[in-house]
């Protein structure tokens, strides 16, 4: 089936400090890979996206890279900031069937001033 | 912009009792989603709809019914809740669905079942 594998948290990090969060996948055909961003208290909302094989997403200084050969999508941001402390979730949508999103576990940041 | 939005964020409730939430959506979407986030679990899906009146279970339905007799309103009822429902419970709603959609979310109801 399809699946979502993200690495545990939380990731602790000082201000300006480069950020991986990484993130793999299992599903069948080219599902489209998402990262979504929870701020304390808020709901989750879109970061980034890609719909096929080494397209990049990118948003607000973040970067993540569909690699069909490795099967993952790893979020990147060269300098993060306090204001990006969140859980930080990937998720798939499927080739077939009704696209329902598969979700990560999630990701805590913690960003220190 | 899109907005969906949940009737409560906190809710208190006793074990037993009937409980509603409410989601509602302006942006004419076709399907709608209940979650349910704990720790450690990520996000899991409860139940969705694809249209009025149409709803499918999702990953973990039991305990849970919902209800979608507008386009706009999704509700999720909890018939006889139990304390192992306390937990943060999302709606999101996406269009009808081209290959890559993304799905918008509601602030999230957090529900404490004593």
């Known amino acids: 089936g399809n699946s979502v594998t993200q690495m545990e948290g939380p990731v602790t990090l000082s201000e300006e400090a480069f950020l991986t969060i990484n993130c793999t996948y299992t599903a069948t055909g080219y599902p489209s890979l998402f990262w979504y961003v929870q701020y304390p208290g808020e709901g989750l909302q879109l970061l980034l996206k890609a719909t096929k094989a080494d397209d990049k997403g990118s948003n607000k200084g973040f970067e993540a890279t569909y690699r069909k050969e490795t099967t993952s999508f790893h979020l990147e941001k060269g300098s993060v900031q306090v204001s990006d402390s969140a859980v930080y979730f990937c998720?798939?949508?499927?080739?077939?069937?009704?696209?329902?999103?598969?979700f990560g576990t999630g990701t805590r940041l913690l960003v220190s001033p | 912009d899109v907005k969906v939005t949940q009737s409560s964020r906190y809710l208190v409730k006793r074990t037993g009792e009937k409980v509603f939430l409410e989601c509602v959506q302006d942006m004419d979407h076709e399907n709608m989603f209940w979650y349910r986030q704990d720790p450690g679990l990520g996000l899991r899906l409860i139940y969705f709809s694809y249209d009025v009146k149409m709803k499918e279970k999702g990953d973990i339905p039991e305990g849970y019914s919902v209800s979608r007799e507008k386009k706009e309103r999704f509700s999720l009822i909890l018939e006889s809740a139990s304390t192992n429902q306390t937990s943060m419970y999302l709606c999101?709603?996406?269009?009808?669905?081209?290959?890559?959609?993304?799905?918008?979310f509601g602030p999230g109801t957090r529900l404490t079942v004593t």
């Open positions: 998720a798939l949508s499927p080739t077939t069937g009704f696209q329902k999103l598969v």
């Open positions: 999101a709603s996406s269009p009808r669905p081209g290959r890559s959609y993304e799905q918008y």
